[in-house]
Every structure is written in C-alpha cells, then in structure tokens.
C-alpha cells in the first residue's frame, strides 16, 4: 500500500518541473491528484500520463474565482482533500532590481504568495471541519541565502517560507501541518531567468560549483521531500523551512 493511500491532494504549477513530479510521486504512493496549472494543455499531459486517479484543471492562482473553483471541483469528483502543494510559481529575469517593472512586481507576488493567502481561504475550513490536513508551500533557498540579481523573487518566497511557519503555529491546534519545501535551482522553465544568463555548459557550471553535491536540483528530489512532509511518517513535523538544495544554504 502507497504512503498516501486513500488522500487526495491538488498540486499547483503541476504541468511541468517540480509541480509535475510531486504530482506523479503522489500518484505513485496511492493519492487522486489534482493537476492545476495555468496552461490547461500541460496539465492535460501530466494527467493523462497519471491515468485515472488524476484531474487537470486550468486555473490562474493568483485569481480567487478560479481557486474556489478548483476546490470544490476537487471535493465533487474525489470526495474529499487532505493534501495541498502549492508549487506554481513565477520569477523576474535575473537583472538589477531597479530594473524589474511594477507589472512585473505585483505578478509575482499575486502568483508567489497571494495564491497562498486565496488557497487559505479556500481550504482551511474544509480541513477544519475534518481536523486534520497538509500544506506544502514551495519556497525557495533564494529565501534562505539569496542569489544577487533576483532579489524581489526573492523576497516573494522569504515571505512564503516565513507565512509557512506562522500558518504552522496558528494551525497546529487544529491538526494542520504547514511546511515549506526550499529547493535549489533547478533545470526547470525558469532556468534561464534565474541565471540571466544564456543557457550554456559553462555558465551551468558556473551556478552548479556553488552547490556542494555538485548538481541542479531534479522534480524528483522535491517530490520525495514533498512525500515525506504529506505522508504520516512526518506527522509531528510542522512549520519547518526544509532545504532540498544539495548544502547550497550550508
């Protein structure tokens, strides 16, 4: 029997990188998995490669309408929710932060951290009700020990590691454990963006020699961490800023 037999769990940004593997690795351990991303295309992939234990819905987090949507869609066809992720995510390129605009600003916090704030909303009196639930925030190492060049993502997901603490403490009487997964770069959409730089071998080795296991982070490194922190086996864990960064933040 799988680690999350019998859960079910909505993963945000799930069409591709970290959100797609977390959402694959559920699916594996036993979960119905709700596949969520703003491209409905991508989401379709990712589902029709699970089978019939997972849902795609196309969804903008950083729009209310369409969280509320995709929850009680969730509750409709599974029955239940148990596991949240909230993985979607967007940067701003690499560059100066005078350089970054102010559409560019508000963008990404509505998707980075007010998605959190809507997903709240949405789910917590549901795992009130049933006194118990999970939530996985992905934040980032750039919360922990930032990069230069990014530094308004970073602060998006310094406030996403942060609100996961303060969620655990005010929710931990109501049996709802918040963590924050904190990976490293990885070879991912954003790539490109985090480095600022083209996309070559040098400048790989350039960012990959500042982590001391040597490599980016891989969708199957974070979905394990995510696994973990959702499964039973973590059930007394809660409010932790867990690195998935091969000692980048050492």
Known sequence: ?????????????????FGEGIAKLFAKEGAQVVIADINKKAADRVA????????????DVSSRADIDAMV?????????????????????????MLDVDEEMFDRMFAV???????????????????KRGVILNIGSTAGIRPRPGLSWYNASKGAVNVLSKSMAVELGPDNIRVNAICPVMGVTGMF??????????ENRAKF?????????CQPSDVA??????ASDAAEFITGVEFPVDGG???
């Open 1 to 17: 029997m799988g680690q999350l037999q019998g859960k079910v769990a909505i993963i945000t940004g799930a069409g591709s990188g």
């Open 48 to 59: 029709g490669e699970i089978g019939s234990v997972a849902l795609s819905l196309q969804a």
């Open 72 to 96: 009680k869609h969730t509750l409709e066809a599974f029955g239940g929710l148990d596991i949240v992720v909230n993985n979607a995510a967007i940067t701003h390129k690499n560059q100066p």
């Open 112 to 130: 980075n951290v007010k998605s959190i704030y809507h997903m709240s909303q949405a789910v917590i009196p549901h795992m009130r009700q049933q």
């Open 192 to 201: 490109e963006l985090f480095m600022g730089l083209p996309d070559t071998p």
């Open 208 to 216: 990959s020699s500042t982590i001391p296991l040597g490599r980016f």
């Open 224 to 229: 394990a961490a995510a696994l973990y922190l």
């Open 248 to 250: 980048r933040t050492i």
